[in-house]
């Protein structure tokens, strides 16, 4: 079986448009993998952080994959690794995709028959323990260019506590924590915006809305329209077929409350209800399970359960082959 981090699939056309975002055709049945692990090496005058902006990566990205070095001086000729290659959620691939463990999205735009169909991704951050980020299906319900802050009660409370009172409306302008872009979302209170603290994207900081980069924001908020779909999941781990290869992406577990049962089906409002505030525990391998049999539904595979094991340990983001189709399933199984 090849191990081989760096194989970019012939199929997989990487394009880069001014945002930084990246743009991938969607691959062909029987491929679920995106992307390339690359490295750079490290100006002296480069943090972490910087070189992430710089390559569609957030925070946790590029920490997963560059343990050891430091983030604020990775010095110079540092081989710095960017994990730019994703295995595609298991979800339906339509819409918008928030997934929170990579705190990542995905963009899968509308095309038309015969034409190629895309995915964008972007890094984003997502709501802190006590503030999280909900699951469940939900849409665009407006678009707002230079929006206002209404700041919510609890958290006008917050900062009147920590000594650092709030206005209740922060308007337009660089002390606004929105950013210059905001898309309002069927869930009540719950936005995806820019922000005026670019450094923070891609961690868990948020009051429960999604952040994106100001560059990324923009390009999306250009190109999405109202009603358009929103998934927001929690997959820590995601496996799917890269050829004949089985690919696991292992990310650490991310606690988060209930929420309505995942269906494919839009609510009339947009909007998603608790089911209650009960907390998502699984054992990682538990996870692995359930996507390999969720892969191998229609075509026989076998994993290397030891290097499975490793790679969720390491949960570094960074997908890896773990496993192989079985050719001939009912031959291989005559014969054990």
């Not at 995709?97 to 038309?112: G, I, Q």
């Not at 009147?160 to 309002?184: Q, S």
């Amino acid at each position: 079986m090849n191990r081989q981090l760096l194989s970019i699939p012939v199929f997989c056309v990487l394009l880069v448009h001014a945002a930084r975002a990246e743009i991938y055709e969607l691959p062909p049945k029987g491929y679920d993998v995106i992307g390339a692990v690359s490295t750079i090496t490290a100006r002296d005058e480069d943090t972490l952080v910087d070189i992430a902006r710089r390559h569609g990566l957030g925070y946790q990205d590029i920490v997963r994959a560059n343990p050891g070095i430091n983030i604020w001086v990775p010095g110079k000729g540092t081989e710095i690794v960017l994990p730019t290659r994703f295995v595609l959620p298991g979800v339906p691939r339509r819409g918008v995709v928030l997934n929170l463990a990579e705190y990542r999205l995905y963009y899968f735009p509308e095309s038309k028959a015969g034409e190629t169909a895309y995915v964008m991704t972007y890094p984003i951050s997502i709501g802190r323990m006590d503030w999280e980020t909900p699951l469940g299906l939900t849409k665009v319900i407006s678009k707002v260019r230079k929006p206002s802050w209404y700041v919510p009660q609890s958290v006008l409370d917050e900062h009147e506590a920590d000594g650092n009172p709030l206005p209740k409306i922060v308007p337009p302008g660089p002390d606004n924590p929105l950013g210059e872009y905001a898309m309002r979302l069927g869930l009540p209170g719950y936005l995806i915006h820019g922000t005026n603290r670019p450094a923070g994207v891609g961690m868990r900081v948020t009051h429960g809305c999604v952040r994106m980069f100001p560059e990324d924001i923009e390009y999306l908020f250009g190109n999405i329209d109202v009603s358009t779909p929103v998934r927001i999941i929690n997959e820590p781990i995601k496996m799917g077929w890269d050829g004949s290869e089985l690919v696991i992406e292992a990310h650490p577990l991310l606690e988060v409350a209930v929420a309505r049962k995942d269906e494919d089906v839009m609510p009339e409002e947009g909007a998603v209800s608790p089911v209650d505030d009960d907390v998502i525990v699984k054992d990682p391998l538990t996870y692995v399970t359930e996507q390999f049999i969720a892969m191998t539904g229609e075509r026989a595979g076998q994993l290397d359960w030891h290097l499975v094991e490793q790679i969720v340990d390491r949960s570094d983001g960074i997908p890896t082959p773990v496993g192989e189709e079985i050719k001939n399933a009912a031959a291989s199984a005559a014969f054990h």
